[in-house]
């Protein structure tokens, strides 16, 4: 679909009374000299080097781009692999099916998979990827743990079912095993990343782990069901997006699209559970999945209370198997996308996430207590005891981040909060109504560890503008946003605990043909085309890397992994790096401490087919495609992205 000009669209113009232009957006959010650059001011263009060369000296000599990349941008192939520039090579790492243990055998059969045998190998859609070196605490490269988040399952691929409501009872259960987490021991030798299958501390999380609930809703009386009469406990985790890892080596998994695994909420009797199936769009009659046909937790008529059990951020620690993960539900429940933490200046830890789905909202957490780099045991607890804030995006290019708690504001009893458990299970509501602002999808949200501002990736919403729907506005400047964008925050007095911010546009996706498209002001007929990223992260420069999700319906190309300057003459400079195989999506970018591999999980490859015909039987080439784990590396050994350095 191709993005319109919203200039060009009255109803944008009327609804913000304004005027504005897109461009006058961009022109007040650019200094003269990025201007300049872009060579967007009459009588002072400049000239831009070619893609892929260094850019030469006043002294003629050629030298290495400061921001230290200078791979070629890959010409899409739609190829039967994942296709990576001159000078690298990609490896699978890991499969769904393979074995992490000495329990399961090296053979995979998916068409005779047990839930007992799923849940000790790799899941399946693999999304979050964190490189956790061992020994904990050190840089190591070439040793440690890939902690692999895995978000939600294709039965109509893993099985040989037409739709998930023929599945058997023990196909259901395989499918709650191969959702929420693997820890997998890996080991670089030779250029080559490979399984230590008999890894100490390999083990699987999956949707019926015990874990532990921790936070204001510890206890609550909308956290107890039958199984779990005390509300201090829950069965599982799943729906596990992206993620984030702590300062003291713990990973927090984010669960994103829950509501999809519960059917029948029209048989709530109770209205403040009604209230919340609405907001959170649990299924009315049936479920997405329909496993409520098989496990009774999953329907809402006969367990009120297991939706409040879902839908928060999971610390696991995969250094520890033994203890026991928690779901921190200070953090506040919604569809998490990821759960990214900074340490402040000030010693303390922050956490941001965003809500994705049409409309929601962005989050940032401020833990009450400093963080203590020498005592893990002390850091255990952090994130039960702070704030939880959600962003307001002014339109003057300010923001605040507006406090949720109990008491303040409208968060009262008289609509419907009693206690911090209800801000925190009904986090949305709350946000609704301290005033956030409704955002396009928002997806990853990441620190840029060189310049310490927040990216916040919104991935698209083909609502904006839509009749009866929110109109957009300068955070989310585009009708019908069919290809995403990404916003550029900067903390007051460069504190991320601050209450109020700074933000600009950074990139507004989509064909660089289309005016509508925004490169940080670099020139647009220099970059690679995207749409809808989605996950993000930061190479040892600083530089941008983007992990892209719908690509395939948006612009009819594949789904890939792009990089970006953030910094200098080459701000906004986009270049494909990666193109990825046929219905998948490329998720948990991670760069290995050297900054000489990057991990990239392969979700969902064939997605849109069947089991019996699929579109791919990546990477094995037969039987059912795998969402897999991939490595890349230059073939000289080298940084990712950069010559030599
Ligand atoms: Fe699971 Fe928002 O992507
Ligand atoms: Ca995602
Ligand atoms: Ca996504």
């Known amino acids: ?68 990349l200078d791979f070629a941008p890959l010409t899409p192939s739609k190829g039967p692999d994942v296709l990576v520039p001159a000078g690298y090579r990609s490896q699978i790492v890991v499969r769904w099916g393979d074995p992490l243990g000495p ?31 061992l020994p904990r605490g050190s840089r190591t490269s070439d040793h440690g743990l890939l902690v692999v988040n895995h978000e939600y399952v294709n039965p109509e691929l893993m099985f040989p079912v037409e739709s998930p409501g023929d599945l058997t009872r023990e196909q259901v259960d395989a499918c709650m095993e191969a959702m929420g987490l693997s820890v997998v021991e890996v080991r670089r030798a030779a250029g080559r990343w490979s399984v230590v299958v008999d890894g100490a501390r390999n083990r699987r999380v999956t949707a019926t782990t015990s874990v532990i609930i921790t936070g204001p809703a510890r206890g609550d009386e909308r956290m107890k ?31 994103e699209n829950f509501q999809d695994m519960f059917g029948n909420a029209s048989a709530l009797m109770d209205a403040r559970d009604r209230r919340s199936a609405q907001r959170y769009g649990l299924g009315e009659n049936e479920s997405v999945y329909r496993f ?9 008529g006969k367990e009120p209370h297991e939706p409040y059990h879902f839908g928060w951020v999971v610390e696991v620690d995969p250094y520890d198997r033994d203890w026991t993960p928690r779901k921190r539900t200070a953090l506040g429940r919604f569809r998490h996308e990821a759960a990214t933490t900074h340490v402040t200046r000030g010693g303390k830890v922050v956490l941001y996430s965003g809500d994705d789905a049409r409309f929601e909202y962005v989050y940032k957490f401020v833990c009450a207590r400093p963080y203590d780099p020498r005592n893990r045991a002390v850091n255990r607890d952090l994130l039960d005891d702070g704030i939880l804030y ?14 949720l708690v109990h008491g303040r504001g409208p968060l009262t009893e008289d609509n419907g909060f009693r206690s911090q458990a209800d801000v925190a299970i009904d986090a949305r509501i709350a946000a609704h109504l301290v005033g956030a602002t409704k955002m396009d999808r928002p997806e990853d949200i990441e620190v840029n560890p060189a310049n310490r501002k927040v990216y916040v990736v919104c991935t698209n919403n083909v609502d904006r503008g839509a009749d009866g729907k929110a109109k957009p506005d300068r955070p989310n400047p585009r009708v019908r946003n069919a290809h995403g964008h990404i916003i550029e925050i900067a903390e007051a007095g460069d504190d991320h605990a601050a ?9 507004v996706c989509g064909e660089p043909d289309d005016p509508a498209t925004y490169f940080a002001g670099f020139d647009r007929s220099q970059v690679s085309p995207i749409s ?18 719908g690509q395939e319906k948006a612009l009819d190309r594949r789904d890939g992994f792009y990089a970006v300057p953030v910094a200098g003459p080459e701000r906004g400079r986009l270049r494909q790096f990666m193109e990825s195989v046929e219905g998948s999506e490329v998720c948990g970018p991670e760069f290995t401490p050297d900054g000489k591999t990057v991990f990239l999980a392969i979700q969902h490859p064939g997605e849109g087919s069947t089991f019996s015909n699929p579109t791919t039987r990546w990477p094995d080439g037969s039987g059912p495609p795998r969402p897999s784990v991939i490595a890349i590396q230059a073939e000289n050994g080298g940084v990712i992205g950069g010559r030599g350095t």
Not at 292 to 300: M, P, S, T, V
Request: glycine fraction near 12%; proline fraction near 6%; charged fraction near 25%.
């Open 292 to 300: 409520e046909r098989h496990l009774d937790r999953l329907d809402c």
């Open 225 to 255: 069901t039958s199984d779990h009469p005390d509300g201090t406990s829950c069965t599982g985790t799943m729906h596990n997006c992206s993620a984030g890892t702590t300062p003291w080596g713990t990973v927090l998994s984010a669960e």
């Open 532 to 549: 809808c990223p989605d996950n993000i992260c930061f190479d040892r420069r600083g530089n941008l890397w983007i992990a892209t999700d």
């Open 103 to 133: 329990g399961a055998s090296d053979a995979f059969d998916p068409a005779a998979l047990t839930p007992r045998d799923q849940a000790v190998r790799f899941g399946y859609n693999c999304d979050f990827v964190g490189f956790m070196p």
């Open 390 to 403: 959600v962003a307001r995006f002014n339109e003057d290019g300010s923001g605040d981040w507006l406090p």
């Open 1 to 68: 679909m191709k993005a319109r000009h919203w200039e060009d669209d009255p109803a944008v113009r009327s609804d913000q009374g304004i005027g504005d232009t897109f461009g006058d957006v961009i022109a007040r959010r650019l200094s003269r000299r990025d201007l300049l650059r872009a060579g967007l001011v009459a009588g002072f263009g400049v000239a831009l080097t070619g893609i892929g060369d260094s850019p030469a000296h006043a002294d003629g000599q050629v030298r290495p781009s400061p921001t230290g």
């Open 499 to 507: 209450t109020s911010f700074r933000w600009e546009l950074f990139m």
